[in-house]
């Protein structure tokens, strides 16, 4: 994902860059601590104190810590905070209007709060036509370390053909709480992806809703539709270059990955290509998005990885019940999340109503292509038809 520039540590999606290299001695020591402490435990487990003395003990006193890992902690907790707010404040400065060349609004939008399953506090952007009918709302989630805003002209594009668009920063992207780059679930996201939609639904009675997920956030839709109340709540998904079949480079590291996410789970990794994969044919489109300050470039972080690993491997395992109607997009040329596996989810989901299409030559970043319009065409066209099979089933039904 390199720009014009020589930028490195750029990241975007379920690459092979989310495997680590175990290069530096500090990270070889944490492992060898960690391998020791599990034996140890494993050995010599921690025997029971006598009820006595457990009756004897304040059930809610805590081991004292020192003064100086108190303010560490503290030191850390306020640098996140303050990181989140920034990136708060950026998101909320970007200008997501549209105005035509007479100088009229094109269409409506706002910004918002939502609070997730674990209340953190979630970036959520809006878009609505200025006037007209509204045929459906599409709810967007984006891909590993990049954010909503840049969604904008998808969005206007949507509004520009009577649909309404929501799109959701993940906790640790955009102006979402959390320290950047770091998702400490993807089923916390799953969560409140689905609670997103059902406060939609809620607030907009009667209109139908799809799910779009781009990489990461592709994994995360079929996944949410993979639950039958989330998936009773929708009339379809369009999948933009999903992240499945994703694996380590090596078989080591998906060894120790588990044990990794769990004694150092904020630790970044750098990767093994540092000049990272192209996920765009447009070279104005690259530069923009790692020009842009809300898109995380530092190295990925272990339990981030790991869970990616995890969910891609959960839905491998499960493509045959895959039910929900949906859309997939890739690009043949795609070097960072594997075309051949959306052929397979097309292939094996039990979906009744499912189409695949696939762009010869396209990159990773569909919507980002030269071609973006086009393709934003085909999603449009997509949902039109899926709201045209809906309208049949009523006529029947009446």
């Known amino acids: 994902m390199s720009t014009v520039g020589e930028m490195e540590q750029l990241t975007s999606g379920a690459s092979n860059r989310i495997i680590p290299i175990l290069k ?4 070889i020591l944490i492992f060898i601590q960690s391998i020791v402490l599990y034996l140890l435990l494993l ?4 025997r029971r104190q006598p009820r006595t003395a457990v009756a004897a003990v304040d059930s809610t006193a805590e081991a004292p810590q020192s003064p100086a890992k ?3 902690r503290r030191s850390v907790w306020v640098r996140e905070e303050e990181d989140t707010l920034r990136r ?3 998101a909320e400065g970007l200008d997501m209007g549209f105005e035509t060349g007479d100088g009229e609004i094109s269409c409506r939008w706002s910004t918002s709060l939502f609070f997730g399953v674990r209340r953190n506090a979630l970036f959520c952007r809006s878009w609505f036509p200025a006037t007209g009918e509204l045929r459906g709302i599409l709810i967007i989630i984006h891909g590993l370390n990049e954010h909503s805003g840049r969604y904008a002209q998808f969005a206007k594009q949507l509004t520009s053909c009577h649909f309404g668009a929501y799109a959701m920063d993940w906790i640790g992207h955009g102006g979402s709480d959390g320290l950047h780059g770091y998702v400490p679930s993807l089923d916390h996201v799953v969560a409140d992806t689905g609670a997103l939609l059902e406060k939609i639904k809620s607030e907009n009675p009667g209109v139908p809703c799809f799910l779009f997920g781009h990489s990461t956030g592709g994994a995360v839709v ?11 709540m929708l009339e379809g998904i ?23 996410s769990l004694v150092a789970p904020k630790l970044q990794f750098k990767g093994a290509n540092k000049r990272g994969i192209p996920v765009s044919r447009d070279p104005a489109a690259l530069l923009a998005k790692y020009s842009d300050p809300l898109v995380y470039t ?5 339990r981030t990885g790991h869970e990616i690993l995890q969910i ?7 493509l045959k019940s895959v039910t929900v109607p949906f859309f997939v997009l890739h690009g043949t040329a795609d070097k960072v999340t594997d075309p051949l596996a959306s052929k397979d989810l097309y292939n094996e989901a039990a979906s009744k109503f499912k189409d695949i299409k696939l762009y010869e030559g396209f990159l990773h970043d569909l919507l980002f292509e030269p071609e973006h319009e086009e393709i934003g065409q085909d999603i449009i066209d997509w949902m039109e038809k899926r709201l045209g099979a809906r309208a049949e089933r009523m006529d029947r039904l009446w």
Request: glycine share 4%; aromatic share 6%; charged share 15%.
């Open 24 to 27: 530096t001695l500090r990270i």
């Open 43 to 46: 050995l010599f487990p921690r």
């Open 70 to 72: 108190t303010a560490r």
């Open 88 to 90: 708060r404040a950026l």
């Open 222 to 232: 079929l996944k949410a539709a993979s639950y039958p109340h989330i998936e009773e």
């Open 238 to 260: 369009v999948l933009t270059s999903p992240a499945l079949r994703v694996k380590p480079t090596h078989p080591i590291v998906g060894a120790i990955a588990p044990l990794f």
């Open 298 to 302: 530092g190295p990925i972080r272990v």
């Open 312 to 318: 891609s491997s959960f839905l491998m395992q499960n």
